[in-house]
């Protein structure tokens, strides 16, 4: 039986968008200002986005030319030869994500109550860690509806996603300074172990927030265009996402002394 090919350019855009950001984009910029020591962490957003969009271009041509539901799956199978080490290395890679990605949706969750926590101080962490085990579950359940559904859920959740960014960057320029947003330690660019190691940390919690860009492959059967879809929503959730984490990141910097 085939599958209902349902989910345009919009809908491919807001599953790999809200893959993408979910609440990590929020924590990451704290995480990557320690990491970095500074303003200069912005330098680690850039070059993650650069990296992430060499990826991202090598996931564009794959979801263009092997355009069926499986994502990764098919690209090693078919990478390694359906009859060959394929099927091996096709099979390890599912019983990877079948440990993984429980614990990515687990982490999701738990940023979820930890934010929620701000908004409701009285919440102890017994309540927290079962209010992220609801969330688990509300997602799975939203996740059994078809495919046209969920597209419409993801387009719902990118805009409330889209939109708390844009409120967050909106009211840090009203209280921005520009002092504080470009202060730069003595020798914040002087290279020495301690720039790169830096740099290099900044990097690596930036480009996993940004991981999720080819979300969109796993159900590329149920895409329409996928030749030509595909590949423009990867390319342009990982522009737009890391567009707007730069921004963020400035943003805070210049409004948290």
């Known amino acids: ?20 950001v979910g609440g990590g984009i929020f924590v990451a910029i704290s ?17 993650a986005l650069f990296i992430c969009l060499c990826d991202g271009i090598v996931w564009a041509e794959l979801a263009a030319a092997l355009p069926s539901t499986g994502g990764p799956y098919q690209y090693l199978r078919e990478g390694f030869g359906p009859n060959r080490w394929g099927r091996t290395v ?6 990877g994500s079948l440990f993984v ?45 078809d495919i046209k559904s969920v597209g419409r859920l993801s387009i719902t959740f990118w805009i409330v996603v889209v939109g708390t960014a844009a409120w967050v960057i909106v009211v840090g320029l009203l209280h921005f300074d520009s002092r504080l947003a470009f202060d730069f330690p003595a020798r914040a660019f002087e290279p020495s172990k301690p720039f790169f190691a ?20 796993l159900c590329a059967g149920e895409t329409r265009n996928p030749e030509r879809v595909l590949p423009r929503s990867i390319v342009v959730s990982l522009l737009a996402v890391g567009l707007v984490g730069i921004a963020l990141s400035i943003v805070v910097t210049g409004v948290l002394p």
């Open 198 to 217: 830096g740099l290099g940390a900044g990097a690596v919690i930036v480009a996993v927030t940004l991981g999720g860009y080819g979300t969109i492959c």
């Open 90 to 95: 096709g099979f390890l890679f599912l019983w």
């Open 31 to 47: 995480l990557v200002l320690s990491a970095t020591g500074g303003p200069q962490a912005v330098v680690a957003w850039v070059l």
């Open 101 to 145: 990605m429980p614990l990515v949706a687990a982490s999701v969750a738990t940023t979820f109550a930890q934010f929620t926590r701000y908004l409701r101080p009285e919440l102890t962490a017994t309540q927290a860690k079962w209010l992220a085990a609801l969330i688990c579950v509300i997602a799975t359940a939203l996740l059994y509806r």
């Open 1 to 20: 039986m085939d599958l209902a090919r349902e989910l345009g350019f919009w809908e491919a855009l807001a599953i790999n968008i809200v893959s993408m």
